[in-house]
């Protein structure tokens, strides 16, 4: 066998044992084209990926543009995200007499010479160029410190393994490679990632939520046999595999999407290569339970004799929920939502359940209105004010408004949480509003005025009669904030119309104004009455 391709099966060796796609040689070897070791213009390109599932392909040394770069390369870099920029390397220059097949970084970074620290650039990228032909060892900082925080790799992955690189790199039998392109991978330590598909969308009730599972599959400690194609196996030699997912209160589910095309997917994630499909019913089953929400698919045999055929180191679930009608202001303009991922191998030793941290749980960002209740003269942040909501003018003065499960909408500003630690009086919010291009104009009606005071002393504010527009604008941000003014009776700067007695939600003042021209007129016409009597 030529030393060329000797090179190459090491590679793939150290590459697979590396995780990182990094093209690795233990020699340079002669192969039909003699190694030109007077060259000083060789270099090495670093293109930094993030990954959730553990990358088994070895690398070619190639750039994605050569025409030789492999599917199996091109599918497993699909299959990552390319970092950003501040992602610092250091490459070092190995001064060993010999590489072999045995060499450890360890031993290679015996004496090596720095050649230079580099960080990330924009676009995830690294070069080193003018390099002379040798060996080299490329360090990625293990504790993620980057030139700027947008750089910084997020905790949950684990720095790229310490690789040795062969400057050139054997391409085939006839020909070497002197500008080495290695492609890094951090992956994440996360056995279970949740994502919303689309998380920058404003999402109103009624709108559908897209969201996507990525799990960690290892199938050695699932299935037994080596060879699953021709390998008979019994139920024994199975472990069990599930994800959970207790959707919040304000996501629907519709259990048709189980049995319709195109609604739900579960795919086995195939590093370099593509993606295979699991069959819904035969190799993983799904189940929801209505009152708890509850979604829970599981592997059957036949989908991890699937996994383990193509050597599937991950699976992805694809599904669609609903934000129903609870969301309407219930406080918060965000629903987070998590998961749970439980295997047991074949051995019958069960994995600890793992479940998404709070701050890793995907969020659906919904369409809002946040009112300020304000006392119009001294700025004072005022609670107890209750508002509903209508879609046009007309609705909020026939009094038809948005609704939900239990039938109303009624949100009181009150003292609200802003930030642990900082809060804020005169605080409400409409949440899940159904913002569009035609429907930029909500309108609110006060119901109930905010109240100061404690009895004999308690005053009560002027509510605002009139419907109250507030435009989200043509741009439709995602939240819009509205201040809305109150004014004590006796305030000067009360405005003229409000200077009727039109005050807090039953208007007690202006029934005593009516009850009593109602006695005045009664008393008047019972004299005259008594004197109509009197004269006949």
Not at 31 to 48: A, L, Q
Not at 211 to 239: C, H, M, Q, R, S
């Amino acid at each position: 066998m030529k030393k060329g391709k000797i090179l190459k099966k090491i590679s793939a060796l150290f590459l697979t044992v590396a995780l990182a796609l990094a093209p690795m040689t233990s020699a340079l070897a002669t192969n039909n084209d003699e190694v030109d070791y007077s060259r000083m213009d060789c270099s090495i390109t670093v293109h930094k990926y993030l990954s959730n599932v553990d990358p088994i392909v070895a690398g070619s040394g190639l750039a994605t543009t050569d025409p030789n770069f492999s599917a199996e390369e091109a599918a497993a870099l699909a299959a990552a995200e390319k970092a950003g920029a501040g992602i610092k390397f250091s490459l070092y220059k190995v001064n060993l007499s010999e590489v072999t097949e045995a060499t450890t970084v360890a031993q290679a970074l015996v004496g090596a010479t720095l050649v230079s620290e580099k960080a990330t650039d924009q676009n995830g990228d690294i070069e080193w160029a003018g390099l002379a032909v040798g060996y080299y060892v490329l360090v990625e900082d293990k504790n993620n410190v980057s030139s700027t925080p947008a750089g910084t790799v997020p905790d949950n992955y684990s720095p790229s393994p310490d690789s040795i690189i062969a400057v050139p790199y054997a391409v085939d039998d006839n020909a070497w490679n002197y500008n080495v392109h290695v492609y890094p991978k951090n992956v994440s330590d996360k056995e279970l990632v949740k994502e919303n598909v689309l998380p920058e969308k404003g999402y109103a009730v009624g709108d559908t939520v897209d969201w996507k599972f990525t799990g960690k599959v290892n199938i050695t400690a699932l299935y037994k046999a080596e060879d699953t194609t021709t390998t008979p196996v019994t139920p024994e030699a199975f472990g069990t595999y599930s994800i959970t997912d207790a959707l919040d209160s304000r996501l629907d589910f519709d259990v048709n999407d189980i049995t319709t095309a195109g609604k739900m997917s579960v795919e086995g994630v195939v590093s370099g290569g593509t993606n295979i499909t699991l069959d819904l019913g035969t190799d993983v089953t799904c189940t929801y339970t209505a009152n708890s929400h509850l979604l829970t698919w599981t592997l059957t045999e036949a989908g991890i004799r699937k996994l383990a055929a193509a050597k599937a180191t991950g699976l992805e679930i694809a599904f669609k929920t609903t934000v129903n009608n609870s969301a309407y202001g219930a406080g918060s303009n965000e629903i987070n939502n998590g998961g749970k991922l439980e295997w047991e191998n074949s051995e019958g030793t069960a994995q600890t359940p793992y479940e998404i941290d709070e701050e890793d749980k995907p969020v659906a960002k919904l369409y809002n209105l946040i009112i300020d209740k304000v006392d119009g003269t001294t700025k004072e942040k005022l609670n107890g004010a209750r508002f509903k909501i209508a879609l046009t003018e007309a609705d909020a003065k026939a009094g038809r408004f948005l609704t939900d499960i239990n039938g109303d909408v009624i949100v009181t500003t009150a003292n609200h949480i802003i930030t642990p630690g900082n809060t804020v009086d005169g605080w409400a919010m409409f949440a899940g509003l159904p913002v569009t291009t035609s429907q930029l104009k909500f309108y609110l009606v006060e119901i109930t005025a905010p109240t100061v005071g404690t009895a004999p002393d308690e005053k009560e504010y002027v509510r605002n009669m009139d419907p109250i527009e507030v435009d989200f604008g043509s741009t439709a941000t995602l939240s819009k904030t509205a201040t809305i003014n109150n004014f004590l009776p006796d305030d000067p700067n009360i405005p003229s119309k409000w200077k009727l007695p039109l005050t807090g939600g039953t208007g007690t003042v202006l029934f005593y104004v009516i009850g009593t021209i109602i006695m005045l007129g009664c008393a008047v016409v019972f004299v005259k009455s008594r004197k109509a009597k009197a004269g006949a």
